[in-house]
T-cell receptor, first 114, second 115 residues
Framework: AQSVTQLGSHVSVSEGALVLLRCNYS??????LFWYVQYPNQGLQLLLK??????LVKGINGFEAEFKKSETSFHLTKPSAHMSDAAEYFC????????????FGAGTRLFVKA | DVKVTQSSRYLVKRTGEKVFLECVQD?????MFWYRQDPGLGLRLIYF???????EKGDIPEGYSVSREKKERFSLILESASTNQTSMYLC??????????????FGNGTRLTVT
C-alpha cells in the first residue's frame, strides 16, 4: 500500500536561504512521484514529477527534487527562497494498481521571511 | 491548458440536506477524482472514476457517492450532509494511461460549510 510522509507541517526560511522540504514514501511497486504547490484560495498545481531513470528532477520556479530509492525519499529543494514561494507544498505518490490512485502527504506550509 | 471547473467556490448547507458538487473538465480525460482537504491531513481520496459510469472507492468514501454519466462531468453527492463533512473539496482529472505518469489537474476547490 502506498503512503507518503512529509516531515514538518511548517517550515520557515529567510529570503535567499535554501529551501528543503522532506518527503518519504512507501510503495509496493516502482512509484510515480510528484510535488504540487497550492497558493491561497487555489487548487493544486504541478511543481515537478519523477521520471524513471533520472535521480534529479527539475521543476518550475527553480525547484528540484532528488529521488533516492535506497532511502525511499523525494525531497524538494530550492537554492534561494523568494517571497513568492510562500505556499503549501504537497508530495504525492501514485502507482498502477488497476487504477491510478494518487495519495498525498499532509502538506508542508512554507513561510518566507524578509 | 486543461481546465477543471468546479461549479461553486463556496457553499453553505444545513445538516441533513442532500448536496451536489459538480466538476467539469474540458480535455477529454478518462480519469477523474474527488478529494477533500483538511488542515494537517492533506488531501484524502474520496472516490475516483476511470471511465464513464465507472467508479471506485477511495480511502474515505463513507457518507459520499458519485456519478459519472458523461466523460467530462464527475459529481460528488453528500446524501445527508453532516457537520463533519465541512471541508474543502477538490476535483481533479488526468489522462493517465497505464504506464503513464501524467499529473493531476485540479479545480480551484469548493469550500463547503455544513451548519
Amino acid at each position: 500500500a502506498q503512503s507518503v510522509t512529509q516531515l514538518g507541517s511548517h517550515v520557515s526560511v529567510s529570503e535567499g536561504a535554501l529551501v528543503l522540504l522532506r518527503c518519504n514514501y512507501s510503495s509496493s511497486v516502482p512509484p510515480y512521484l510528484f510535488w504540487y504547490v497550492q497558493y491561497p484560495n487555489q487548487g493544486l498545481q504541478l511543481l515537478l514529477k519523477y521520471t524513471t531513470g533520472a535521480t534529479l528532477v527539475k521543476g518550475i520556479n527553480g525547484f528540484e527534487a532528488e529521488f533516492k530509492k535506497s532511502e525511499t525519499s523525494f525531497h524538494l529543494t530550492k537554492p534561494s527562497a523568494h517571497m513568492s514561494d510562500a505556499a503549501e507544498y504537497f508530495c504525492a505518490v501514485s502507482e498502477d494498481t488497476g487504477g491510478f490512485k494518487t495519495i498525498f502527504g499532509a502538506g508542508t506550509r512554507l513561510f518566507v521571511k524578509a | 491548458d486543461v481546465k477543471v471547473t468546479q461549479s461553486s467556490r463556496y457553499l453553505v448547507k444545513r445538516t441533513g440536506e442532500k448536496v451536489f458538487l459538480e466538476c467539469v473538465q474540458d480535455m477529454d480525460h478518462e480519469n477523474m477524482f474527488w478529494y477533500r482537504q483538511d488542515p494537517g491531513l492533506g488531501l484524502r481520496l474520496i472516490y475516483f472514476s476511470y471511465d464513464v459510469k465507472m467508479k471506485e472507492k477511495g480511502d474515505i468514501p463513507e457518507g459520499y457517492s458519485v456519478s459519472r454519466e458523461k466523460k467530462e462531468r464527475f459529481s460528488l453527492i453528500l446524501e445527508s450532509a453532516s457537520t463533519n463533512q465541512t471541508s474543502m473539496y477538490l476535483c481533479a482529472s488526468t489522462d493517465r494511461d497505464r504506464g503513464s505518469n501524467s499529473p493531476l489537474h485540479f479545480g480551484n476547490g469548493t469550500r463547503l460549510t455544513v451548519t
